[in-house]
């Protein structure tokens, strides 16, 4: 089992509509979760952080975390073309006390207009 | 002023070849990392360096080789380059005390080996 899974898409949805993009996590000590984006030949960025259960809402973007289900999730509400790209799913642990940041394989999004 | 810095951003070399890539982060972070993503998009953690001592070592040939000469740098020499070294590898730095924080990348290295 992977550390962390994402469905690979793509995942495609009209413009103005809502994407919602899922991941699980297999080490229930997990305590930090971040979401990146990455376009096409550029590094990840940082697009929501979560740390307790329950929604997180920034503009468009809403992350969602479920520890009992280690679950979480990016809601991208009015997606637009500019939204398309790679989204990363990464959970931080902390084996010997230190971070160890790992990343899901990333589900890519395609929103057409 | 970029945050996470690499050089270069290319680089083309032939097998057997040794190369390194630099990084450079002025964040002021005390963790910096070294992933390696491949053809397939996967970001795969390779090192990981606390106030320049090593504390993640992933399963890394030892062809590739760490430095850290202070906590602002790290970088990556690789020795007897093969074709599936051929990847983007990403630096990335972050703050360990107070895990709150996310990490930063720099813009990449795309290494081909010919």
């Known amino acids: 089992q992977k550390e962390v899974e994402q469905n690979s898409g793509p995942l495609s949805v009209p413009e103005g509509a809502i994407a919602s993009l899922n991941c699980t996590y297999s080490?229930?000590?997990?305590?930090?979760f971040f979401w990146y984006r990455q376009y096409s030949g550029k590094s990840p960025e940082l697009i929501m952080s979560i740390y307790s259960n329950g929604d997180k809402e920034d503009g468009r973007f809403t992350a969602q975390l479920n520890k009992a289900s280690q679950y979480v999730s990016l809601l991208i509400r009015d997606s637009q073309p500019s939204d398309s790209a790679t989204y990363l799913c990464?959970?931080?642990?902390?084996?010997?006390?230190?971070?160890?940041?790992?990343f899901g394989a990333g589900t890519r999004l395609a929103v057409h207009p | 002023d970029t945050a996470v810095s690499q050089t270069p951003k290319y680089l083309v070399t032939q097998m057997g070849n040794d190369k390194s890539i630099k990084c450079e982060q002025n964040?002021?972070?005390?963790?910096m990392y070294w992933y390696k993503q491949d053809s397939k998009k996967f970001l795969k953690i390779m090192f990981s360096y606390n106030n320049k001592e090593l504390i993640i070592n992933e399963t890394v040939p030892n062809r590739f080789s760490p430095k850290s000469p202070d906590k602002a740098h790290l970088n990556l020499h690789i020795n007897s380059l093969e074709l599936g070294d051929s990847a983007v590898y990403f630096c990335?730095?972050?703050?360990?005390?107070?895990?709150?924080?996310?990490?930063?990348f720099g813009q990449g290295t795309r290494l081909t080996v010919v």
């Open positions: 990335a730095s972050s703050q360990e005390k107070g895990k709150d924080t996310e990490a930063f």
């Open positions: 990464a959970v931080k642990r902390y084996p010997g006390g230190y971070n160890k940041l790992i």
């Open positions: 080490d229930r000590g997990s305590q930090s």
């Open positions: 964040l002021g972070h005390d963790t």
